[in-house]
C-alpha cells in the first residue's frame, strides 16, 4: 500500500467551476491590496531607516583620551588690538598657563583696532578654568575693551548628526557687543561628556555643556580695572550616549507576514458577510415575488 503524501496537504484547493467571482468581491480584493501596500511601504520605511536610542550611564566613555579634552575656541573682540589679546588657562591639577599660543591664530579687525582669535588646546578632565585676557600684554592697556561675539566653543570631536540635537556648541552666536567695555564676564559650564556609536559599532566621542554667566566690574589689588572674558568649567559624571538602530530583518518579514494574513483573514470576513447577506437578501426578495404570484393566481380563478 503506498501513502499518498497529498494527504497531508492542509491547503487543500477548491476547483475554479465551484468559485463565483463578485462585484462586491472585487472591490474587497483591490482595497486589501491597496491597504496592504500601503503597510508594506511604511514598514519598509521604518526597516530602512536608522533609530537614534539614547541612555544615560555614570563612566569616562574616552579612556584612551589620557585624561584630556579638546577644545575649540573661536571669539571676535572687535575693540581690542590682537597684541593684547591671550589665552591664560588654569586647573586643580597645577596647571597655570599664561599666554598659551601653540594652535592658536589672531585675525585683526576693524583695521587692526580688533581682534579674531581661534584656538586649540586640551584641559585635563578636572575643574579649572580658561580665559581670554591682557594679562600675558607686555603693557596693560588702560581701558581694555571685552565686548566680543563668541562664534564657537566646542569640546571633544566635532559631531553633526541629523537626529542628535545637543548642546554642542551651546554659546556659538553669544553677543556681548552691546555690554560695559570694562566688564568681565564669566561664563560657568558644565561639561556632559557624549558617545555616538553608529551601526558599523565605532564610537565617536564628544562634549555637550550648559552655560549660566553674569557680567561684572573686577578690580585688581593696585585698584586697577583689568577685565577678561572666563570660562569655569567641571565636568559631569552622567555620560549620554546615542545609538544607531535598526529594525531586525526577522521582525521586519514578522511583520509582513502578519500584515499580509491578518488583512487576508479580515477582507475574507467582510466579503464573507458581505456576500451572505446579499444571498439572503436575494431570499427574502425572491420569497416575497412568490408570495405576489401566488396571490394573483387566486385573484384569476
Known amino acids: 500500500m503506498v501513502f499518498d503524501v497529498r494527504r ?25 491590496c491597496v491597504f496592504m501596500l500601503f503597510l508594506f511601504l511604511s ?16 563612566d569616562d566613555p574616552d579612556k584612551n583620551s589620557g585624561g584630556k579634552i579638546d577644545v575649540s575656541l573661536n571669539i571676535s573682540l572687535p575693540n581690542l588690538h590682537c597684541d593684547l589679546v591671550g589665552l591664560d588657562i588654569q586647573d586643580e591639577m597645577g596647571r597655570h598657563e599664561v599666554g598659551h599660543i601653540d594652535n592658536s591664530m ?10 579674531r582669535f581661534e584656538g586649540e588646546f586640551t584641559i585635563n578632565k578636572v575643574p579649572g578654568n580658561f ?20 562664534h564657537k566653543l566646542a569640546f571633544g570631536e566635532k ?22 567695555p570694562l566688564a568681565s564676564h564669566d561664563y560657568i559650564l558644565k561639561i556632559v ?18 552655560v549660566a554667566n553674569k557680567e561684572y566690574v573686577a578690580y585688581s589689588h593696585t585698584g586697577r580695572i583689568i577685565p577678561a572674558i ?9 555620560t549620554v550616549k546615542y545609538t544607531e538602530k535598526r ?5 521586519f518579514i514578522t511583520t509582513i507576514c502578519a500584515i499580509i494574513g491578518g488583512t487576508f483573514t479580515v477582507a475574507g470576513i467582510i466579503d464573507s458577510c458581505i456576500f451572505t447577506a446579499s444571498e439572503a437578501w436575494k431570499k427574502i426578495q425572491i420569497g416575497k415575488m412568490s408570495v405576489q404570484r401566488a396571490e394573483r393566481g387566486r385573484l384569476v380563478f
Open 230 to 238: 572666563w570660562y569655569r568649567y567641571d565636568l559631569s559624571p552622567i
Open 193 to 210: 561628556p557624549t558617545v555616538y556609536e553608529d551601526l558599523s559599532g565605532k564610537q565617536r566621542f564628544s562634549y555637550q555643556y550648559t
Open 43 to 58: 514598514e519598509l520605511k521604518g526597516f530602512i531607516a536608522t533609530e537614534i536610542v539614547n541612555e544615560l550611564y555614570v
Open 106 to 115: 589672531k585675525v585683526p579687525l576693524n583695521h587692526g583696532y580688533g581682534c
Open 247 to 251: 529594525q531586525p530583518l526577522y521582525r
Open 8 to 32: 497531508l496537504d492542509i491547503y487543500r484547493k477548491v476547483p475554479k467551476d465551484l468559485t463565483q467571482p463578485t462585484y462586491t468581491g472585487a472591490v474587497v480584493s483591490i482595497i486589501c
Open 131 to 150: 580665559h581670554v585676557s591682557t594679562h600675558s600684554a607686555t603693557a596693560q592697556p588702560q581701558s581694555p575693551d571685552m565686548t566680543h561675539l563668541i
Open 159 to 180: 559631531l553633526q548628526v541629523q537626529n542628535v540635537h545637543g548642546a554642542f556648541n551651546a554659546l556659538g552666536g553669544a553677543d556681548r557687543l552691546g555690554s560695559n
